[in-house]
């Protein structure tokens, strides 16, 4: 084999090593033009989710501007009748409130007959033929106030009967609209009382519709209660007002920050204090409340108000589906405010839920503690007529509540400062003396020390003395090696040591460095936190002692306070003639022909009416 054959392995290697070099080259350069491109890309992508979500936000706001657009023609077409039965109910009751069409300056013909229209419109909407039923009774047309009658009242017969009640108020028509009243009452579900009840509530509480609708709501209550007030559902409503009665009770902590950290088992001892703060605590917030606005009887503009407001909830009150159309409505234009966030529109919706209604026991608890309540939103004066009806309830949890907080009050509260500890009692008649305690205070800790300094010194004496005795006796028993005697000798002093001092932390308290008193530089402050505790102490047991005195007699003299103020806030009917009495200056039917009304509606009070104005024309 000749030397040609031989391969050069330097040459190959050399040419591997390049390529390799090469490869790497090409390698790294690819992997920098990738990470480039992905940084791009990232960026573009990033552009691109941008552009799309301002897209679909612009997409859904020019969307829900077109719904809105949809929504309202849906809203015209099914329920344009009833908007405009709304503002009919409205124009009537005013026009007619402000004698407008007895002065002639609207037409009665015209009045009649737009009414009609309108009622003959909107054939399954209950307000058109109400509406025509008020202005029938004001015109004294018979014929239709039968015919609308006929149609309002099985459409809906508690908000037709309210209806009138409402307006025939502000027409002066007092004997009509509590008979109205009277109808409207035997329909309300006290199991499922809805916010039109609590307009009512409001309205006849102040005396705005006058005394005989007051008396009419009265009997009503008073009914109800007789027929739902059993012994479990007085129970049951006790329980809840016991309940509530801690709960509105502030804590006691922030008031005795020293007293709370210096006594033992302070929870429960600051639950006991509050739970007897609870009667006196709501008596006062109730005088504030109910007790703290101005009372008497309401007419004149004010009592107009506030049967108007009622009138105006009940006439633009919409029915479910229509309250269901116009919340999407109100959806998109939230869609649009919030730049198409359709998530921050959707928690934007804080509507009160529709058809939300509560129990008779419900709205008188949440008449005493509108803490508890949601959607109630009464008057000073309904609270009070609330409150009356179940302060028999509300005095039997006072009355649990206080027998609870004197059978949970401690005889004492054991307090501690340091390692030092006195029992302070509760009770009032009993003398607690700061500057005593104090001083007691101050020569245990003075006895402390001189006890710690002497043990100390004992020990240590007797340390020493076993170390040299057991070093110089050892040997008799181990030889003659020292060394190891000393060792031997060290080591039962340490544990004779251990054992002395083992017992000294069984007698006196120990070291501690963040609260050792027993140093002669901090006595004073021990002193001054033990004083500080005492006086938190005696300034709670006397409020203590207040609140389980004056606490429930409190409660009762404010609910007497309360009931006597809404008895008072019914207006004054004075006699004119049999039959027929004055309200605010007013001339009406009294409530001596009632009974003469039919089933379907007062027709009789229009006759009554002429009647009584032909007489005084005599």
Same mark, same amino acid.
């Given at each position: 084999?000749?030397?040609?054959?031989v391969?050069?392995?330097?040459?190959?290697?050399?040419? #591997?090593?390049s @390529?390799r070099?090469?490869?790497?080259?090409?390698?790294?350069?690819?992997? !920098?033009?990738?990470?480039?491109?992905?940084?791009?890309?990232?960026?573009?992508?990033?552009? @691109?989710?941008?552009?799309?979500?301002?897209f679909d936000?612009?997409?859904?706001?020019?969307l829900?501007?077109?719904?809105?657009?949809?929504?309202?023609?849906?809203?015209e077409?099914?329920?344009?009748?009833?908007? !405009?039965?709304?503002?009919?109910?409205?124009?009537v009751?005013?026009? #007619?409130?402000?004698?407008?069409?007895?002065?002639?300056?609207? /037409?009665?013909?015209?009045?009649?007959?737009?009414?009609?229209?309108?009622?003959?419109a909107?054939?399954?909407?209950w307000?058109?033929?109400?509406?025509?039923?008020?202005a029938?009774?004001?015109?004294?047309?018979?014929? !239709?106030?039968?015919l609308?009658?006929?149609?309002?009242?099985?459409?809906?017969?508690?908000?037709?009967?309210?209806?009138?009640?409402?307006?025939?108020?502000r027409?002066?028509?007092?004997k009509?609209?509590?008979?109205?009243?009277? &109808?409207?009452?035997?329909?309300? /579900?006290?199991?499922?009382?809805?916010?039109?009840?609590?307009?009512?509530?409001?309205?006849?509480?102040?005396?705005?519709?006058g005394?005989?609708? !007051?008396?009419?709501?009265?009997?009503?209550?008073?009914?109800?209660?007789r027929?739902?007030?059993?012994?479990?559902?007085?129970?049951?409503?006790?329980?809840?007002? #016991?309940?509530?009665?801690?709960?509105?009770?502030?804590h006691?902590?922030?008031?005795?920050?020293?007293?709370?950290?210096?006594?033992?088992?302070?929870?429960?001892?600051?639950?006991?204090?509050r739970?007897?703060?609870s009667?006196?605590?709501?008596?006062?917030?109730?005088?504030?409340?109910?007790?703290?606005?101005?009372?008497?009887?309401?007419? &004149?503009?004010y009592?107009?108000g506030?049967?108007h407001?009622?009138?105006?909830?009940?006439?633009?009150?919409?029915?479910?589906?229509?309250a269901?159309?116009?919340?999407?409505?109100?959806?998109?234009?939230?869609?649009?405010?919030?730049?198409?966030?359709?998530?921050?529109?959707?928690?934007g919706?804080?509507?009160?839920?529709?058809?939300?209604?509560?129990?008779?026991?419900?709205?008188?608890?949440?008449?005493?503690?509108?803490?508890?309540?949601e959607?109630?939103? @009464?008057?000073?004066?309904?609270?009070r007529?609330?409150?009356?009806?179940?302060?028999?309830?509300?005095t039997?949890?006072?009355?649990t509540?206080?027998?609870?907080s004197?059978q949970?009050?401690?005889?004492?509260?054991?307090?501690?400062v340091?390692?030092?500890?006195?029992?302070?009692?509760?009770?009032?008649?009993?003398?607690?003396?700061?500057?005593?305690?104090?001083?007691?205070?101050g020569?245990?800790?003075?006895?402390?020390?001189?006890?710690?300094?002497?043990?100390?010194?004992?020990?240590?004496?007797?340390?020493?003395?076993?170390?040299?005795?057991?070093?110089?006796?050892?040997?008799?028993?181990v030889?003659?090696?020292?060394?190891?005697?000393?060792?031997l000798?060290?080591? @039962?002093?340490?544990?004779?040591?251990?054992l002395?001092?083992?017992?000294?932390?069984?007698?006196?308290?120990? #070291?501690?460095?963040?609260?050792d008193?027993?140093?002669?530089?901090?006595?004073?402050?021990?002193?001054?936190?033990?004083?500080?505790?005492?006086?938190?102490?005696?300034?709670?047991?006397?409020?203590w002692?207040r609140?389980?005195?004056?606490?429930?007699?409190?409660?009762v003299?404010?609910?007497?306070?309360?009931e006597?103020?809404?008895?008072?806030?019914?207006?004054?009917?004075?006699?004119?003639s049999?039959?027929?009495?004055?309200?605010?200056?007013h001339?009406?039917?009294?409530?001596?022909?009632?009974?003469?009304?039919?089933?379907?509606?007062?027709?009789?009070v229009?006759?009554?009416a002429?009647?009584?104005?032909?007489?005084h024309?005599?």
């Amino acid at each position: 084999m000749t030397n040609s054959s031989v391969p050069d392995t330097g040459r190959i290697a050399s040419e #591997i090593n390049s @390529l390799r070099a090469d490869v790497s080259l090409r390698l790294a350069r690819l992997e !920098r033009d990738l990470g480039t491109t992905a940084a791009t890309a990232k960026k573009t992508l990033e552009a @691109l989710q941008r552009l799309s979500a301002e897209f679909d936000r612009e997409r859904t706001v020019q969307l829900a501007h077109h719904r809105i657009g949809e929504l309202t023609q849906q809203m015209e077409r099914r329920f344009g009748d009833r908007a !405009r039965a709304r503002r009919l109910a409205e124009s009537v009751i005013n026009e #007619i409130a402000m004698d407008a069409v007895q002065s002639g300056f609207i /037409d009665r013909d015209s009045l009649r007959e737009y009414t009609t229209q309108v009622a003959l419109a909107t054939p399954g909407y209950w307000l058109a033929p109400a509406a025509l039923m008020f202005a029938s009774t004001y015109l004294k047309d018979h014929e !239709r106030y039968e015919l609308a009658s006929r149609t309002a009242l099985p459409l809906d017969e508690a908000r037709t009967r309210l209806f009138m009640a409402l307006a025939l108020t502000r027409a002066d028509d007092e004997k009509g609209a509590a008979f109205w009243l009277e &109808g409207y009452l035997q329909t309300v /579900d006290p199991e499922a009382l809805d916010r039109d009840f609590l307009v009512l509530l409001d309205a006849v509480a102040s005396g705005a519709l006058g005394r005989s609708c !007051r008396t009419h709501a009265e009997e009503a209550l008073s009914r109800w209660r007789r027929e739902m007030f059993t012994d479990e559902t007085n129970r049951v409503q006790v329980a809840k007002l #016991i309940e509530l009665f801690a709960d509105e009770t502030p804590h006691l902590d922030d008031a005795t920050p020293t007293l709370a950290e210096c006594a033992s088992d302070w929870p429960k001892v600051a639950e006991a204090y509050r739970q007897s703060r609870s009667c006196l605590y709501v008596a006062d917030r109730l005088r504030e409340e109910l007790l703290g606005t101005a009372n008497g009887i309401v007419t &004149g503009a004010y009592g107009d108000g506030i049967v108007h407001s009622a009138l105006d909830h009940l006439v633009n009150q919409q029915s479910d589906d229509e309250a269901a159309l116009q919340r999407e409505i109100d959806v998109q234009k939230r869609i649009i405010e919030y730049g198409g966030d359709v998530v921050r529109a959707a928690e934007g919706d804080r509507s009160p839920a529709a058809n939300t209604t509560m129990d008779l026991p419900t709205l008188l608890t949440h008449a005493a503690f509108p803490s508890a309540a949601e959607h109630t939103q @009464l008057g000073a004066e309904a609270k009070r007529l609330a409150v009356s009806c179940a302060r028999d309830w509300i005095t039997a949890a006072g009355e649990t509540v206080s027998m609870r907080s004197r059978q949970r009050r401690p005889a004492d509260v054991v307090v501690h400062v340091g390692h030092w500890q006195h029992a302070l009692p509760t009770d009032p008649a009993s003398p607690v003396s700061g500057k005593k305690l104090a001083a007691e205070l101050g020569d245990h800790l003075l006895n402390v020390r001189r006890m710690r300094r002497t043990l100390n010194v004992a020990v240590v004496l007797g340390c020493l003395v076993l170390f040299v005795a057991v070093t110089l006796g050892m040997p008799l028993f181990v030889g003659s090696g020292y060394v190891i005697s000393a060792v031997l000798a060290a080591l @039962l002093t340490v544990g004779a040591a251990r054992l002395a001092l083992g017992r000294l932390r069984k007698r006196v308290p120990p #070291i501690e460095a963040e609260n050792d008193y027993y140093r002669a530089s901090r006595t004073r402050e021990a002193q001054e936190r033990l004083e500080a505790v005492v006086r938190e102490h005696e300034e709670c047991r006397m409020l203590w002692a207040r609140a389980e005195t004056q606490g429930l007699p409190a409660l009762v003299a404010v609910l007497d306070e309360i009931e006597t103020r809404s008895a008072s806030a019914a207006p004054p009917t004075v006699m004119l003639s049999p039959g027929w009495t004055r309200v605010d200056g007013h001339e009406s039917p009294g409530r001596g022909d009632t009974a003469r009304h039919t089933a379907a509606g007062p027709a009789p009070v229009v006759e009554e009416a002429v009647e009584h104005a032909e007489k005084h024309t005599r």
